[in-house]
């Protein structure tokens, strides 16, 4: 069985802070995609990253980046110098290699960055 | 325009009726989903389908039901809709080793 764990159920900064949102991710399986969506207030979910679970490289895309560390589990995700805009629902998602590619989301963390 | 859409975007129903959510698609994949999202659940997958002949079940399919009517086409039905089925739904689409692309949801309230 897979789960994944955001702890984080709320978390508000101030604008220009950074902010980490955590990820812990369960499964059986030796290789696994692990995915980040965003919710803004709007409702859509937006695709931010996919990572192959054999490549624990980190990676920044402006001013997000994502730190794998498969040794203990997890996908955090930082924001850096947030903006109001980036006030959204943010899940973490783990899907099963192979062709199945059912997603197993995290209960989500609201981010909310004031002005 | 959107590659996935959903119609409708908003639905208020009452206990008992049947209805059903539809989603098509512009991008090609043959791979889509059904999820529903609920406060503090996060999303959960409710039915999947690889090709219009493979339709599997979800995490929560008990109550649902899905017809894939073409490649582009998906469609989930309540037949008895019952208020614990008040939640966001999405659907999605993905190419066979690629992300999941979603459409802007339904609300669908049952009274």
């Known amino acids: 069985a897979q789960k994944v764990t955001q702890a984080q159920t709320e978390i508000s900064v101030v604008e220009k802070e950074d902010v980490t949102l955590d990820c812990v991710y369960e499964?059986?399986?030796?290789?696994?995609?692990l995915f980040w969506y965003k919710q803004p207030p709007s409702g859509e979910l937006v695709f931010l990253i996919r990572?192959?679970?054999?490549?624990?490289q980190n990676e920044i895309s402006g001013r997000y980046s994502w730190n794998f560390q498969k040794s203990t589990s997890s996908f955090n995700f930082t924001i850096t110098a947030s903006q109001v805009v980036d006030s959204a629902v943010y899940f973490c998602?783990?899907?099963?290699?192979?062709?199945?590619?059912?997603?197993?989301f995290g209960s989500g963390t609201q981010l909310t960055v004031l002005p | 325009d959107a590659d996935v859409t959903q119609t409708p975007r908003n639905r208020i129903t009452k206990t008992g009726k049947r209805i059903m959510l539809e989603c098509s698609q512009t991008?090609?994949?043959?791979?889509m989903y059904w999820y529903r999202q609920d406060p503090g659940l996060g999303l959960r997958l409710i039915y999947y389908?690889?090709?219009?002949?493979?339709?599997n079940k979800g995490e929560i399919s008990d109550g649902y039901s899905v017809s894939r009517q073409a490649q582009a086409k998906f469609s989930l039905s309540l037949e008895s809709a019952i208020p614990n089925q008040t939640a966001l739904y999405f659907c999605?689409?993905?190419?066979?080793?690629?992300?999941?692309?979603f459409g802007p949801g339904t609300r669908l309230t049952v009274t």
């Open positions: 999605a689409t993905s190419e066979v080793a690629g992300e999941q692309y």
């Open positions: 499964t059986r399986d030796t290789t696994y995609y």
């Open positions: 990572r192959n679970s054999f490549d624990e």
């Open positions: 998602a783990l899907s099963p290699p192979g062709s199945a590619r059912q997603l197993t």
């Open positions: 991008k090609g994949h043959d791979r």
């Open positions: 389908s690889f090709d219009v002949k493979d339709i």
